[in-house]
């Protein structure tokens, strides 16, 4: 079992930044893979970024390429997510999500909060 506790969302005005981070506990060494994911209120979860483990490489959702950049710590099990240029369409509960070789399990986080303002 994998566990996923995310934190860093907030309050920020459009233009803003902020920093999410992502950490695994558990069972890490069966992690191949993790990535951030937002659902709006109303609206489906839809995948933000991801990152892969075997070659670091990373894919992004097309609206925010350019502006949000994820990358991990590997000594520590985490994954974080740099948003810059934030935008009020940006708002939305962002859920990290952990890919395992457990059965493909995915394993999820509760979730934090990013709110921007106009």
């Known amino acids: 079992q994998v566990h996923v506790v995310e934190s860093g969302g907030g309050l920020v005005q459009a233009g803003g930044s902020l920093r999410l981070s992502c950490v695994a506990s558990?069972?890490?060494?069966?992690?191949?893979?993790m990535g951030w994911y937002r659902q709006a209120p109303g609206r489906e979860r839809e995948f933000v970024a991801r990152m892969l483990w075997p070659d670091s490489s990373t894919e992004y959702l097309d609206s925010v390429k350019g502006r949000f950049t994820i990358s991990r710590d590997n000594a520590k099990d985490t994954v974080y997510l740099q948003m810059n240029s934030l935008k009020p369409e940006d708002t939305a509960i962002y859920y990290c999500a952990t890919h395992t070789t457990l059965g493909g399990a995915i394993y999820w986080g509760q979730g934090t909060q990013v709110t921007v303002s106009s």
């Open positions: 558990g069972r890490t060494f069966t992690i191949y893979g």
